[in-house]
């Protein structure tokens, strides 16, 4: 089972940037697909991004797009989501997720799919 920690997230102004960074131990990384899900207050949890086994392909959610870029290193194990152009509605606890081994064929959205998940890391925009 694969093991997640996130960090890098903070408070910062609207129109600023942060890169959350994910770090797994305890599984074959490379075999995984990856996601960054987030969960406003009061709301459910979201599908932000995610990112194939080998990093050839990336999925984000219509809101983030343009803005928001996945990228994942293999021979470090960590997965990351920049985040430039931030705004108030991105406010959220973002979490790591890694999908099943047979799941990681296909992107997907679905929070289904991921059986692994992280602690969360807080990002709060201000306007």
């Known amino acids: 089972q694969v093991q997640l920690v996130e960090s890098g997230g903070g408070l910062v102004q609207a129109g600023g940037s942060l890169k959350l960074s994910c770090a797994a131990s305890g599984g074959t990384f490379s075999t995984n697909a990856m996601a960054w899900f987030r969960q406003g207050s009061g709301k459910d949890r979201e599908f932000v991004a995610a990112i194939s086994r080998d990093g050839g392909q990336t999925y984000y959610v219509d809101s983030v797009k343009g803005r928001f870029t996945i990228s994942r290193d293999n021979a470090k194990n960590t997965v990351d989501l920049q985040m430039n152009g931030l705004k108030p509605e991105d406010t959220a606890v973002y979490y790591c997720?890694?999908?099943?081994?047979?799941?990681?064929?296909?992107?997907?959205?679905?929070?289904?799919?991921?059986?692994?998940w992280g602690q969360g890391t807080q990002v709060t925009v201000s306007s």
């Open positions: 997720a890694a999908a099943t081994a047979y799941y990681s064929v296909v992107l997907s959205s679905a929070a289904g799919r991921y059986n692994a």
